[in-house]
């Protein structure tokens, strides 16, 4: 089942020509999920051929206007295209009242229902699950609180060897447990291994996101081992000082947490409009992490 990252907007701040604002979409085993929504990104969407009717859950990560001034515009569209679903919108405190006011001013009704979940920026916690997936939250360090997002799969079942469980005459009631990775005792007092009988599951994949934030060790924990890391490195170490005083990281900085979280990739973004490319942010965080490259506006990262 697919897992990809389609980058909406990969600049900081200010829109520019190749860089729109903040905003990811998420496909995960057929779950869909927008991550920040900055100006314009319903644009990216239609440009880039995302369907965003079938978008379920929103994240924000914190209430900077280049994370979330798109959303009401793609709410007010989705309305418009006819849609009726739910939908689910995490995000920080007073978001809520943000959008429903601008609705409300505009003389604008929606025809679908808006589910609001309220982070504070500071308590880590299972967002979402299903039978497929967890969406997780943990805290960042900005200068208003922020959330940064976990996406991964739940553990897969194990794969039956059907020509030896059906050699060995055993009862379906066996299957359940086998496929959940548990040993049988049946009525003979026999203990059967469901490695007998089973092949492993695939690994499980993963892909984190840390928005706007200083270099912050507290979220190795969150994001150990993910198959993709995306870190914003909205300066080069030529403006650390910047960086420091606006709460901000460096290409420097996001390569020691993806080494120190033992990250498959990472990926930069959050670039600041003074650089007309990414090429020093690459440059400066290959000599602390080799797998790196620096996101464009349109990129697709398939998690194999």
Not at 202 to 207: E, L, M, N, Q, V
């Amino acid at each position: 089942m697919n897992f990809t990252v389609t980058i909406l907007g990969s600049g900081a701040a200010l829109p520019t020509f190749s860089r729109n604002p903040t905003s990811q979409y998420i496909e995960c085993n057929n779950r869909h999920i927008l991550i920040d929504c900055g100006e314009g990104t319903q644009m990216q969407m239609r440009k880039f051929g995302v369907k965003f009717q079938r978008i379920s859950h929103i994240l924000i990560s914190h209430l900077h206007g280049d994370h979330f001034f798109g959303l009401v515009g793609l709410l007010s569209t989705m309305h418009l295209l006819g849609r009726d679903q739910g939908i689910t919108i995490y995000g920080p405190i007073g978001l809520e009242q943000i959008i429903k006011s601008q609705l409300e001013i505009a003389g604008s009704k929606l025809d679908f229902s808006l589910n609001f979940i309220a982070l504070d920026g500071k308590t880590p916690s299972l967002l979402f699950e299903d039978k497929l997936i967890e969406i997780h939250t943990f805290a960042l360090k900005h200068r208003i609180p922020t959330n940064g997002f976990l996406i991964k799969e739940k553990r897969k079942e194990f794969s039956l060897l059907a020509d030896v469980f059906n050699a060995e005459g055993l009862s379906l009631t066996f299957i359940p447990k086998f496929k959940n990775g548990e040993d049988v005792i049946d009525e003979k007092g026999i203990t059967h291994h469901f490695e007998d009988y089973t092949t492993p599951p695939p690994p499980t994949r993963s892909y984190a996101f840390c928005s706007d934030t200083a270099y912050l060790e507290k979220v190795i924990p969150f994001i150990q081992n993910a198959d993709l890391l995306y870190h914003e490195a909205t300066f080069t170490e030529i403006h650390r000082s910047r960086a420091k005083a606006t709460f901000h990281s460096t290409a420097i900085d996001a390569a020691n947490i993806a080494k120190k979280a033992n990250v498959k990739k990472l990926i930069l973004g959050h670039l600041s409009a003074r650089f007309e490319n990414g090429n020093e942010h690459t440059k400066e965080a290959k000599t602390i992490f080799e797998n790196v490259e620096v996101v464009e506006d349109g990129n697709v990262y398939e998690i194999i």
